[in-house]
């Protein structure tokens, strides 16, 4: 486990959200608060979170949607740990359960009415990340293919998959959604407007119908460039990632309706 020297204490969401993160390691940014904002899930509902690591998607969610059911798998003994400690200290009630996606524990094989997951980004022939635990995080070793099995075997009829990941994945995402998850559609998250989108979300139901959906990017700065040291989210971004809103406007709904 990390020994608390090794640790730091992160604010997200303004502060709305502390967790402990290893300093040296796999550190979560953007991606599990986007991921989160992108959930459709309402109080009440269960939500699984594939590689929860050490809890920030499930927690974001858990602070912009009170009452949600959380659990999460996590493969690093560490990391789940970490999970433990941060929905402990942020008053979230988690369960947490180490294990592989490819092996899925037995006490996670139950119908939820959300899965959500942040897939390894990089192609497990890369050049390795010089910290283990950052390495393992962030390398591909289980396909794409895998994880979007393990989450539609997950869900119950009506259930909604949320997966945020690296644009070149979405091809075999795409091919590997079996018959049953229909509705899908793909919101780009393009860096600034005109710049080619480096990730994607990815959101489809169990049992839905509706037409393949690609929709308009979520623009995330503002400007041509980067601008020193001030931050240059764009009014959306900026509700995202500091105030803890959701995108149900970037997929057509209006907050309180699926499509």
């Known amino acids: 486990m990390f020994p608390d020297e090794a640790l730091s204490d992160d604010k997200f969401l303004m502060g709305r959200l502390r967790l402990l993160q290893p300093v040296k390691g796999y550190r979560a940014a953007t991606d599990p608060v986007l ?5 459709p899930a309402r109080a009440g509902e269960s ?4 590689g929860c690591g050490a809890g920030a998607a499930a927690l ?7 009452g949600v059911v959380l659990a999460g ?3 690093q003994p560490e990391y789940a740990d ?3 400690r941060n929905a402990a200290r942020n008053g979230v009630t988690m369960e947490v359960v180490e294990g592989d996606l490819a092996a899925m524990p037995r006490v996670l094989r139950r119908d939820f009415d959300h899965v959500i997951a942040n897939p390894p980004y990089y192609d497990a022939g890369g050049s390795p ?19 979007v099995a393990a989450a539609g075997a997950r869900l119950r009829p009506g259930g909604w998959l949320t997966m945020i990941f690296a644009t070149q994945c979405l091809p075999e995402a795409l091919a590997a959604l079996p018959p049953k998850l229909g509705s899908a559609a793909v919101l780009p998250l393009e860096p600034r407007i005109g710049r080619a989108p480096p990730r994607v979300i990815l959101q489809a139901r169990k049992g839905g119908r509706a037409a393949f959906r690609l929709l308009a990017p979520v623009t995330l700065h503002e400007g041509a460039a980067h601008d020193g040291d001030r931050e240059n989210y764009t009014p959306l971004a900026r509700a995202v990632l500091r105030e803890g809103a ?3 406007a970037a997929f057509g709904r209006d907050g309180n309706t699926c499509p």
């Open 35 to 39: 991921l989160a904002a992108a959930c």
């Open 73 to 75: 798998l996590e493969v």
């Open 82 to 84: 970490l999970a433990r």
């Open 129 to 147: 990340s010089p910290v283990a635990a950052r390495d393992r995080a962030l390398r591909v070793a289980t396909p794409i293919a895998a994880w």
């Open 246 to 248: 959701d995108l149900s």
């Open 47 to 50: 939500v699984l979170d594939l």
């Open 60 to 66: 974001c969610l858990a602070a912009r949607v009170p």
